[in-house]
């Protein structure tokens, strides 16, 4: 009996993943036929759509590190002048912008969220917040068994 109320509540988690798929005419809630997962057709990945996927601080990386080592391999291969410098130095600033973005470039409060009606606002957490959840908590169970001695 037990298996019987398992498998069942497996099918409902089952048929929850899936929302859009219904008993056929004449087929029992739980007998359901199982669908496999459509593969779908998947856009050609190139080169181009990969790139356009790439956050600002990615671009500036990739870009950086192609600039030093067509510097690098240009000075090399020539000899140093000036175009070597300067991309040397647009290199440098693109590195440059990657490590400060983390500063500057993130947002100054989390945004708030609207669903329907209700609009959520994150809450901002500092680097002790998890600490004082976690005090938080302890005071309540222990507030808990104050008021529950037997449990």
Not at 3 to 23: A, T, W
Not at 84 to 96: D, E, F, K, R, Y
Request: aromatic share 10%; proline share 9%.
């Amino acid at each position: 009996m037990p298996n019987r109320y398992e498998r069942e509540i497996e099918e409902i988690l089952r048929n929850l993943e899936e929302p859009n798929s219904r008993p056929a005419p004449g087929q029992k809630y739980t007998e359901r036929a199982t669908r496999k997962p459509n593969p779908g057709v998947r856009p050609p990945h190139t080169f181009l759509t990969w790139v356009t996927n790439l956050t600002p601080s990615e671009k500036f990386l990739g870009v950086g590190i192609i600039l030093a080592l067509i510097a690098g391999g240009y000075e090399y291969a020539v000899r140093a002048d000036i175009f070597s410098l300067v991309l040397g130095i647009a290199s440098l600033i693109c590195i440059t912008v990657v490590a400060l973005s983390h500063y500057v470039l993130q947002p100054r409060r989390p945004r708030s969220v609207r669903y329907g009606n209700v609009t959520i606002t994150p809450i901002r957490r500092d680097p002790a917040s998890w600490f004082r959840t976690q005090w938080n908590l302890f005071k309540l169970k222990l507030q808990y068994r104050r008021k529950n001695p037997g449990r």
